[in-house]
């Protein structure tokens, strides 16, 4: 046992930030194994439900909506444009471009939210009765980091 590990080894379960991880971790694989039948995955589907909610967006006005680094938005919007469920449009200004959702994109997303509400139902039977505070919570921290 290292001296950090002599002072800090149990307590490193009270890190927020570590348990966050594992916890976004446990929660991806859920939605991830539920929205297989729709060929989306967790991260994507996040990114569609965006695209489908706020068409026209730009890159740069969509990252900043669902709290997204550009280089992972970007990674996630070229497999969707990929599988043809969104298209990228030179928007007004030319350095931008404006993404909307295909009709494609647009059954994929209807064929997984029932998936994702499965999902979400599982999830909320593992939290229990503080799934709400809980998301609460995790909005919050979302908001404060974009501030």
């Not at 730009?58 to 900043?64: C, D, E, I, N, W």
């Not at 996630?76 to 043809?84: A, C, F, T």
């Not at 909320?124 to 979302?142: D, F, P, Q, Y």
């Amino acid at each position: 046992m290292n001296k950090a590990t002599a002072t800090h080894g149990p307590r490193g379960f009270e890190c927020l930030c570590g348990n966050a991880r594992m916890a976004a971790r446990a929660l991806t694989s859920i939605y991830d194994q539920a929205l297989q039948p729709a060929g989306l995955r967790a991260p994507q589907l996040a990114v569609l439900w965006a695209v489908v909610a706020l068409p026209g967006r730009t890159v740069k006005s969509l990252a900043g909506t669902i709290a997204m680094d550009a280089t992972t938005l970007t990674r996630n919007l070229r497999l969707l444009e990929r599988d043809s469920l969104i298209e990228l449009v030179e928007g007004t200004d030319r350095r931008e471009r404006e993404v909307h959702a295909t009709a494609r994109g647009r059954r994929a997303f209807a064929k997984a939210m029932p998936l994702w509400e499965a999902a979400q139902k599982q999830v909320e039977r593992i939290a229990g009765r503080e799934a709400r505070e809980l998301n609460r919570v995790l909005l919050a921290l979302s908001r404060s980091a974009r501030q």
